[in-house]
């Protein structure tokens, strides 16, 4: 069965440089959610979408951030003008009222900006 | 400032002893959810607890979220090398937004 998949694994940039990180739900999961992990810390949440409403933006660092949801589907996180502060690991869920509004995880998108 | 905190922080234990990690909120959590984390590896969603009270348990590991809801303690009972990873609560306290604790990092020793 397909889980929540992200891509890319893994991602080194240089500072300064703009960088896309994918998630794709489980399918027919309404709800979706971005997290960031940075070492030593715990798990920050980011932006939350659910349906065709708007999105929960509230834990957005700053305006470099930006996500979007296209079809309802499919999720992208743009992180403009990379700063080293940026390093982390990316999370991705989705959950849905069927399924008890349990959050499942991808696997994580690890960015490791130079 | 942490809106979850969790406790201990690391954990090292004899293979085959019972052990504890706590998740303290000061608000009511509306949901809580334990995940344990294998090194190198995505989220595993362990169990969710709503109600005041309620206890649930999967094979050695039972999880309890407390009458006033603003505390959960898992608990792994005669524990092995594969429970060893970090234990991380979450809980939904202002509507949709999610927190998560600092994470208890759990090690086995044969």
């Known amino acids: 069965g397909a889980g929540v998949s992200q891509s890319p694994s893994n991602k080194v940039t240089e500072k300064g440089k703009d960088v896309e990180l994918r998630c794709d739900p489980i399918?027919?999961?309404?709800?979706l959610y971005w997290y960031r992990q940075s070492l030593g810390q715990g798990l920050e949440f980011l932006i939350y979408?659910?349906?065709?409403?708007?999105?929960?933006k509230s834990g957005l660092p700053s305006d470099r951030f930006s996500a979007e949801r296209t079809g309802g589907s499919v999720s992208t996180l743009t992180i403009q003008r990379t700063q080293q502060e940026d390093s982390a690991v990316y999370l991705c869920?989705?959950?849905?009222?069927?399924?008890?509004?349990?959050?499942?995880f991808g696997p994580g998108t690890r960015l490791l900006v130079l | 400032s942490q809106e979850l905190e969790q406790s201990p922080q690391s954990l090292i234990v004899q293979e085959g002893k019972n052990l504890t990690i706590n998740c303290t909120s000061s608000k009511t959590l509306y949901g809580l959810y334990w995940y344990k984390q294998k090194y190198g590896e995505g989220l595993i969603f362990l169990m969710m607890?709503?109600?005041?009270?309620e206890e649930k348990s999967h094979e050695k590991i039972t999880a309890k979220l407390d009458e006033k809801k603003q505390q959960s303690s898992l608990h792994i009972t005669a524990s092995q090398p594969s429970h060893a990873g970090i234990y991380l609560c979450g809980a939904d306290i202002f509507g949709n937004q999610f927190y998560f604790g600092t994470g208890t990092s759990l090690t086995v020793i044969p």
């Open positions: 607890l709503q109600k005041g009270g």
């Open positions: 869920a989705s959950s849905s009222r069927a399924a008890g509004e349990t959050q499942y």
């Open positions: 399918s027919g999961h309404t709800a």
């Open positions: 979408f659910q349906g065709n409403s708007a999105p929960d």
